[in-house]
């Protein structure tokens, strides 16, 4: 793979990653609730559903769900379902000081964590996506192993850049204004997530083609 067609990629999964998806909503909420060691659990668990989905069109695994109507669904409402959840979670949380006992904080961080990556998982549009962009990108005169290597870390990193950027605008958040208005964060993030619930339930496999 040369740098120009690195560069491409970088570019355009850059356009792609910024705008604010459940990881991205995720994070922000993180950011702001918990602070960033916990907003950064729930990032690495964004990172490893990438390098995951991204293994998974490696294998093939990507083409299954593009030809398996029920396979698709099963993932799809899943992911719906789960979203639905996590916006309902959100609404009614209590803003609260970031203060935290050393075991509140690791089973936040594993919560945060595991929420990200079931994210992630749990949404079809991220597989189809990969499974119709990263083929673009890939020369199959050279060694394909490697390339999706490179590729799933380098969308890795630039969704952890991503998120990052999110996190710190909601603890800015949390530093700055009041807890009314933090409660108001929260329940946007809800209701963006359960937009993007029902806008996964209306998603169908043409849509990426």
């Known amino acids: 793979m040369d740098m120009t ?19 991205m909503l995720l994070a922000l909420n993180n950011g702001a609730s918990h602070g ?14 990438d390098l995951i989905l991204i293994g998974a069109v490696g294998c093939g695994l990507g083409a299954l769900l ?24 959100l609404w009614h949380a209590p803003t609260q000081a970031l203060v935290n006992t050393p075991a509140q904080g690791a089973a936040r961080g594993r919560s945060a964590f595991a929420r990200a ?4 998982l749990s949404n079809p549009k991220g597989l ?22 490179i590729l799933a870390l380098v969308s890795a990193a630039i969704d952890c850049m991503m998120m990052v ?8 958040a949390m530093r700055t204004f009041s807890a009314r208005v933090m409660q108001w964060i929260n329940r946007s993030c809800a209701g963006l997530l359960a ?4 806008g996964l339930s209306l998603y169908r496999r043409s849509d990426v083609r």
């Open 5 to 23: 067609t690195l560069l491409l990629y970088v570019i355009t999964v850059s356009a792609v990653m910024m705008t604010p998806g459940p990881s």
């Open 36 to 49: 960033m060691r916990i907003a950064g659990c729930g990032i690495a668990g964004a990172a490893l559903s």
């Open 66 to 89: 593009q030809a398996s109507e029920q396979l698709f669904s099963v993932v799809k409402w899943g992911g719906a379902v789960y979203l639905f959840y996590l916006a309902w979670v």
């Open 117 to 120: 990556l079931l994210v992630g």
């Open 128 to 149: 189809l996506f990969f499974s119709a962009f990263l083929p673009q990108f890939v020369r199959p005169q050279e060694p394909v192993a490697q390339q999706y290597v």
């Open 165 to 172: 950027i999110y996190a710190l605008g909601g603890r800015h």
């Open 195 to 198: 937009f993007l619930a029902v």
